[in-house]
Each structure stands twice: as structure tokens, then as C-alpha cells.
């Protein structure tokens, strides 16, 4: 395309150079022809200009976009607080552990201060709440006691 506009843009300016070998009409058409060269050279640099930056808007969203994952101490303090308000029914929940296992948070929840800690695991968005696991490579799905 640019070829094309390079030729057509050549062309008008060697006949502008001739300009007096030509008709009052026919100056008129080259300069029709140049200035619609010049018309659409615009429209595609804006065009271009226009893809640049929505290139870069994209690129700066996706560099500066938050992954979503909460810190373990987040992760902590909500799945308490989802804990006390759906399931506790009154008792007291505390996290004793928190690790990352598989891609998820895994909690081991005491409740009224007991020495049995249940464990569970939360999505590290902190949006699903898994309250059991069943483990897929051992018998019956339950993993053995450490």
C-alpha cells in the first residue's frame, strides 16, 4: 500500500513539474489524485496510531492487573470470618496452620480452642471454601495421619 501511495505521490509531484505542458482541467485532476493520496496516507496512519494504543492499553492492564491471590494472612482472617457466620454456629474458629499445597491454601481449623484441628483448603482468591478433601491417591480418600 505504501508502494502505491509512494508511485501515485511521485507521479502527481513530476506532473506538477509539467504543470505548464497541461490543461487548466487536467492540473485539477492531479491535484484531485494527490490530495486523495494524502487523504488516505492520513486515515491509515491514524489507523495505525489508534492500534498502537490500544496495544498499549492492553499491554499496561495485563502487566499492572492484580493476580487476585490473597496473602496467607487474608486468607486467614476471611475464612475465619465465612467460618463464625455459616458454619460455626457460635464457636469459636482459629487457623493453627496455613501452607500452600496444589495450587490451594491449606487451613487446619480448631474450633473452641480444641486440639483437633479439621483441615480444609481455600482457592488462593479466597473465594471457594473447601471444608474436606477427599486425597485421590490414597485408600478411601482420606490421607494417613502425619
Avoid: C, W
Amino acid at each position: 500500500m505504501k508502494k502505491h501511495i509512494k508511485h501515485l505521490a511521485g507521479r502527481v509531484a513530476h506532473a506538477f513539474k509539467k504543470k505548464s505542458a497541461h490543461t487548466h482541467e487536467e492540473g485539477e485532476g492531479l491535484h484531485e489524485a494527490h490530495h486523495h493520496a494524502s487523504q488516505h496516507s492520513n486515515k491509515n496512519a491514524l489507523i495505525a496510531v489508534a492500534i498502537l494504543v490500544v496495544a498499549l492499553g492492553v499491554a499496561y492492564y495485563i502487566i499492572t492487573s492484580p493476580t487476585g491471590n490473597l496473602s496467607p494472612n487474608q486468607i486467614k482472617e476471611a475464612s475465619v470470618s465465612f467460618i463464625e457466620k455459616n458454619l460455626a454456629q457460635g464457636r469459636k474458629v482459629e487457623i493453627k496452620k496455613i501452607e500452600e499445597v496444589q495450587g490451594l491454601y491449606r487451613i487446619e481449623v480448631s474450633l473452641d480452642d480444641s486440639s483437633t484441628s479439621i483441615e480444609s483448603f481455600v482457592t488462593k482468591d479466597g473465594k471457594i471454601f473447601f471444608p474436606e478433601a477427599l486425597y485421590t491417591d490414597y485408600q478411601g480418600g482420606q490421607k494417613p495421619a502425619n
